[in-house]
């Protein structure tokens, strides 16, 4: 247990040059505190040397003057992080939806982990090897990543991600061009028209999250480009950021100009490390050539970005836990309102958008620059019991059944989880229903974040369903006693199931109090799937 002061402990010589270099690359940007440094410096030091030891943390707490007791909490709140002493490698072995579907296993010495987003290639394992130059290795079934592309998606796999001039080349940066030529109020306008509803789960109309920040004229804004996808069974944002990151960039700085920001932040989920150290290229060259800094393009306006790696916490993905994790405080989302679009990161009127969101604005641009209409379409992550895994870009409205063709799905389907672990089931018998937010609420489901996740008969949905109350369990922030002991309440449930019949009365009461009394979307989704499986008669206790 930390000390709520500092101990007379000596940081090693490789723990203060770890330090060293994340507070010298602080950008000069002016804020009230240095605690946003907190979560940087804390990834250094276990990149540095494997942990983060009690001399470690004070060192960095007397740096950027934060209380030990405080850092401590902060370090304990994100699984990747690890206070206990480490060997140099550390290998996370994903335990999660499609991983446990492929017959995952953990080796001696391995880390359980939650999903890494490779659920396209599972069962997965990610290896950290912590030094001076910190490397990491990826073991994963082969396959996945693209298998039917759009606008979206047309770069990815043709363009070599880490060239800005073969990302020019095919048509990039043409939709920051046609905005600027535009005008700010015609480009909301145009989202706004556009109907463009967010793809992060939530689905806000994305043009009047636009035009809410923009109105604020004369304070400082922030824009955050939620790159934390950490729900189980998806990946698609991971393939844009890794196979196409010059155009996330784009569309941040399409998003900043529009709304007159000037700072843009990528939060990246601390498993994502292919896509940071492309991100962090990508960025890199678009400073140096003018495309990001103080007069972007010579067009007179200011826009950056700064890369900030999450740790290892699925409610990050909530947009006000965003906020207090950049800020240097535990990832706990905050009650509304005030709206983020008001009082959002460092107390600012923010934008907060996912990158499936961001990167259709791109589109919608370069269709109306063309003359032509825009086509919707929807990425789609689908694993599990098919022979094509991966990310699908689909027009909207094609049915579950087509989606399933495409990807070689099995005959014998026991059910399809649709949007993630707090997503809903679709049955055999609803597999012709129409792939868009109207078309699956017929059916008593949502997109969500873009999970098709394929189930044979034969699985075992009572497995599969107690390690969706485990997962919630896990990733509880405990900020609220509803989801706090309620995720908890409910893994009991299940467990008891395993030897005989669901307590399903008993279920739906705690269904009721989390759905109505947690404070964000995790407690009151935490119950979706296991309702959705009663419901559907996909399961009721036993295996």
């Known amino acids: ?163 800005l001039d073969d990302h020019i080349a095919q048509r990039g940066h043409l939709a920051l061009r046609a905005a600027v030529a535009m005008g700010a109020a015609a480009v909301i306008n145009l989202v706004k028209a556009s109907n463009l509803l967010g793809r992060g789960g939530a689905a806000f109309p994305a043009g009047r999250k636009w035009e809410a920040v923009a109105k604020h004229v004369g304070v400082a804004h922030e824009l955050v480009g939620n790159a934390d996808e950490s729900e189980p069974g998806t990946f698609k944002d991971r393939v844009l950021l890794e196979g196409d990151p010059y155009a996330v960039i784009e569309a941040m700085t399409i998003a900043g100009f529009t709304t007159g920001t000037e700072r843009g932040w990528i939060y990246l989920r601390g498993e994502y490390l292919v896509a940071r150290d492309r991100l962090a290229h990508a960025i890199a060259e678009c400073r140096a050539r003018g495309l990001l800094g103080e007069n972007v393009m010579g067009k007179g306006f200011r826009f950056d970005i700064e890369l900030f790696r999450g740790a290892g916490a699925y409610i990050c993905g909530e947009e006000t836990a965003i906020f207090n994790s950049i800020e240097g405080f535990r990832g706990e989302p905050r009650a509304k309102p005030p709206f983020p679009v008001d009082v959002g990161l460092f107390g600012r009127p923010t934008l907060v958008n996912n990158v499936e969101t961001l990167v259709n604005v791109t ?127 409910q893994v009991e449930l299940l467990q008891r199931a395993a030897d005989g019949p669901l307590e399903t009365e008993r279920h739906q009461e705690l269904t009721n109090v989390m759905q109505d009394a947690s404070i964000c979307g995790l407690g009151q989704t935490a119950a979706n799937a296991i309702q959705s499986a009663i419901r559907k008669g996909l399961y009721g206790g036993h295996r």
């Open 363 to 489: 589109s919608i641009l370069n269709a109306a620059s063309s003359g032509i209409e825009w086509t919707e379409t929807k990425l789609f992550c689908v694993s599990g019991r098919v022979a094509r895994p991966g990310v699908y870009e689909v027009p909207s409205g094609m049915t579950l059944r087509s989606l399933l063709n495409r990807a070689g799905a099995i005959d014998t389907i026991q059910a399809v989880l649709l949007g993630g672990a707090a997503g809903a089931f679709a049955t055999p018998a609803e597999l012709d229903v129409a792939l868009s937010f109207d078309g699956v609420r017929s059916i008593d489901a949502t997109l969500g974040s873009g999970v098709v996740m394929v189930l044979a008969q034969g699985d075992d949905m009572g497995a599969f369903l107690r390690r969706v109350a485990e997962f919630f369990a896990d990733e509880s922030c405990g900020q609220c006693v509803p989801c706090r002991v309620g995720a908890v309440r």
């Open 1 to 163: 247990m930390a000390d709520l002061k500092f101990r007379n402990l000596e940081a090693t010589p490789e723990e203060r040059a770890a330090l060293a270099t994340v507070i010298a690359a602080d950008f000069g940007l002016v804020r009230p505190t240095h605690r946003h440094l907190l979560l940087p410096a804390l990834h250094a030091l276990q990149d540095r040397v494997g942990w983060i030891s009690e001399a470690g943390l004070d060192e960095l707490c007397r740096r950027i003057h934060v209380a030990p007791a405080e850092a401590y909490g902060v370090a304990t709140f994100y699984s990747l992080l690890a206070l206990k002493e480490q060997p140099p490698a550390r290998t996370h072995a994903c335990i999660d939806l499609a991983c446990q579907l492929a017959g995952a296993t953990v080796g001696s010495g391995e880390h359980r982990s939650p999903c890494l987003g490779l659920c396209d290639q599972a069962p997965a394992k990610l290896t950290i090897t912590a030094g001076a130059a910190p490397t990491y290795g990826i073991d994963a079934a082969a396959g996945g990543g693209v298998i039917e592309a759009g606008p979206l998606l047309a770069r990815v796999g043709v363009v070599d991600p880490s060239s």
